[in-house]
């Protein structure tokens, strides 16, 4: 299986390369805030004293099938802006498409690393301490994105406007050269001259892009994820493109769902180093996020590492150390029975499921299959009634509007294809150096094995106690420096006055059986 994904990737890899948004801006005036996109932003400067837009990481997912690929994407940026707007590169029926806040709040919570207490054993217990959980959590889901008016130079022409979500959205054409830079440059667009080759080679290649902003009435408490469906299976993400109106380095998240676990081909593979991993008692916190930026650091050079990889999960629980790992709906994690599945924790944080579960020992594919006359909700996401379908589902197969909930259908969308008891999860982080980043980021399958999400530290900071067996931090200015903590070997002290009592108990004995004379 691994091997056919293998050849699928290496025959489809230039077909994503549309996929990464180059972002522009909206009305906003945050100082923080979440967008959905994947690329880079081209912003209007800032009112005078105001910071710059800055993108400070990116989440993205991505789902490979046999049949289609869709991408997720969100942002995270700072900085003020007074018009804010995503252009994003598209060819062919590729479909633009809102997507839900649940998707990637699901994704989040399911693969977040989850850092525990070291055992210690305090003053005067006979037992080890407790266990605590903290440490690296995940942030929250992307919101929403804007873009360009209409109109401009005669060679940028208007090929379509719509309405998807909350957004306005205009297809845009052209094919000059600098044109679309001239375009975005005269309605007040900054665009760093880095980046004004990489829109260029679009336009050579015949591309149209998509451009979209808040439509009137809608404010940021309207934005909302989107996601592009295409045909087939593609696999590379223009990463030059997604380092636009980035800082020096930009951080990202990449979740992928597909056939085998997947890596990132050309990227440097780096390991989190948990040794010595620390657990600080009092903050309840680990210093498993600062190991974790240490180890993507590398100048001028694109890293990435696994934190997560598990088959079987769409479907069946999570399982640490023999436990099943149970979300409960506002977020809180706990090891213990009965577990819940990716499917079952996506549908809790949606509107439109109290409850879906997929049949673990289902071995056939999510089909468009089935759903003849089954209206769908497709809410304002612009999917329309995409799950209905006359094709019979084969045995085994899942109708792939089993798993829409409401309005939500990015559970179907990203399997439609796919086996969901063996599908795999995977989430890499990444860091994309701006100066280091002139190559795409090409996803491919791993030979690897699990990779789990939940560590142990081994080292205690501020214990709630005097620590008689543990490792703990002795503080030397500064420096991470582990002491040891044994239990003391020291006789007790009620040993010599036992045995007195013992030996004198034992010669009274012994004198009242001496035999007679």
């Known amino acids: 299986m691994a091997a056919a994904l293998a050849r699928r990737m290496h025959s489809s890899r230039s077909l994503l390369r549309f996929v990464l948004p180059l972002l522009a801006a909206t009305p906003l005036s945050l100082a923080s805030a979440d967008a959905a996109a994947c690329g880079g932003t081209f912003a209007t400067a800032p009112p005078p004293g105001e910071a710059p837009v800055t993108v400070t990481s990116e989440r993205w997912a991505l789902a490979v099938g046999p049949d289609q690929t869709t991408l997720w994407a969100s942002l995270h940026y700072t900085g003020t802006a007074t018009d804010f707007a995503w252009v994003l590169p598209v060819r062919g029926d590729a479909r633009l498409e809102v997507a839900s806040d649940a998707w990637f709040q699901a994704l989040d919570t399911f693969t977040a690393t989850h850092v525990e207490s070291p055992p210690i054993l305090c003053e005067g217990e006979g037992g080890g301490g407790g266990c605590a959980c903290g440490g690296f959590g995940s942030a929250s889901s992307g919101a929403g994105t804007p873009p360009p008016r209409t109109g401009g130079q005669s060679v940028v022409s208007v090929v379509e406007t719509r309405n998807v979500g909350p957004y306005e959205v205009v297809r845009l054409r052209s094919s ?71 800082g020096d380095a930009l951080p990202i998240t990449l979740f992928v ?44 050079a694109p890293a990435f590492t696994t934190t997560f990889a598990m088959p079987g999960v769409m479907t069946s629980p999570l ?28 549908a809790a944080r949606t509107s439109g499921c109290p409850k879906l579960s997929l049949d673990p020992k289902s071995s056939g594919a999510v089909r468009r ?66 100066d280091g980043a002139g190559q795409d980021l090409v996803v491919e399958p791993s030979a690897g094995g699990p990779v789990t999400s939940w560590v142990t530290a081994s080292v205690s900071a501020n214990p709630p106690c005097t620590v008689v067996s543990g490792r703990v931090v002795a503080p030397d200015g500064g420096a991470l420096s582990v002491r040891e903590v044994a239990p003391s070997r020291t006789r007790a002290p009620w040993i010599p006055p036992a045995l007195a009592v013992g030996v004198a108990a034992l010669t009274l004995l012994g004198r009242r059986r001496r035999p007679m004379r």
């Open 176 to 246: 000059t050269p600098g044109a679309l830079v001239d375009w975005l440059t005269s309605h007040a667009y900054v665009i760093a001259d880095h980046v004004r080759p990489v829109i260029d080679l679009y336009v050579s290649e015949g591309y149209d892009f998509e451009a979209m902003r808040l439509a009137p009435g809608a404010g940021v408490q309207d934005m909302k994820p989107v996601r592009v469906v295409m045909k087939g299976g593609m696999y590379t993400i223009p990463l030059r493109m997604a380092t636009a109106g980035a």
């Open 257 to 300: 769902l597909s056939e085998s676990r997947a890596s990132a081909a050309s990227f440097t593979g780096v390991t989190v180093p948990t040794d010595d991993l620390v657990w600080d008692w009092a903050a309840k916190t680990s210093n498993y996020a600062s190991r974790l930026n240490a180890a993507l650091t590398r100048p001028n």
């Open 319 to 346: 399982v640490v150390d023999g436990q099943p790992v149970s979300f409960s709906r506002d977020g809180a994690v706990s090891r213990d029975a009965p577990g819940t599945s990716f499917a079952e924790l996506y």
């Open 369 to 434: 299959c089935g759903t003849a006359g089954v209206a769908q909700d497709a809410g304002d996401s612009g999917a329309g009634d995409t799950f209905s379908s006359d094709v019979p589902c084969n045995p085994g197969e899942i109708p792939a509007s089993d798993l829409v909930c409401g309005a939500d259908s990015d559970l179907a969308e990203a399997l439609i294809g796919l086996r969901a008891s063996s599908t795999w999860l995977t989430r890499l982080e990444i860091s994309a150096p701006r």
